[in-house]
């Protein structure tokens, strides 16, 4: 089992799905709403995170990684989520591997620069769905999932290589 995660002081998205062979089965997608103040929204992300990886059995988790450009302020907060994430990965065993937000719009649009629609659109298609899953975060965090799966799937056919 695979949780992507991408990672909010307000809302951080996860999905889960399932690989087997070629197929990817989505389990399930949602966000965890924070409120309060950052220590408290810590908290819930990594217990609203070690949930998910108890009850799913969860091996392998997709993180987004910050990207900083103008606003340094929102690149913190984002990186204090991630490391709450991280945690409660680390605390569970599981595997992270992190992922660019242009290596994740690459993997499931084709293009680096894809917008947030293009990315919900892509994710849609892919597990055939009627919408995007919302919140947005929740469509993002599959995407994060989708790019692991393209990359993992890459290395086994190059030995690992690049």
Do not use: W
Request: hydrophobic share 50%; aromatic share 4%.
């Amino acid at each position: 089992m695979l949780i992507g995660v991408d990672p909010g002081l307000r809302i951080t998205g996860y999905g889960l799905v399932r690989v087997s062979g070629v197929d990817v089965e989505l389990i399930d997608a949602g966000a965890l709403r924070l409120k309060g103040e950052t220590p408290a929204r810590l908290a819930q992300i990594y217990a609203g995170l070690s949930e998910l990886l108890s009850a799913h059995a969860v091996q392998e988790m997709a993180i987004e990684q910050p990207f900083v450009a103008l606003n340094t302020r929102s690149a913190f907060a984002i990186g204090e989520a991630r490391a709450a994430a991280i945690l409660a990965a680390a605390h569970h065993g599981v595997i992270v591997a992190e992922y660019t937000p242009a290596a994740v719009k690459q993997a499931v649009t084709g293009y680096g620069r894809g917008s947030k629609d293009q990315v919900g659109e892509m994710v849609r298609l892919q597990f055939g769905l009627a919408a995007a899953p919302t919140p947005a975060d929740a469509s993002d965090a599959l995407a994060i999932a989708l790019c692991h799966v393209a990359h993992r799937r890459m290395a086994g056919l190059t030995g690992g290589r690049r």
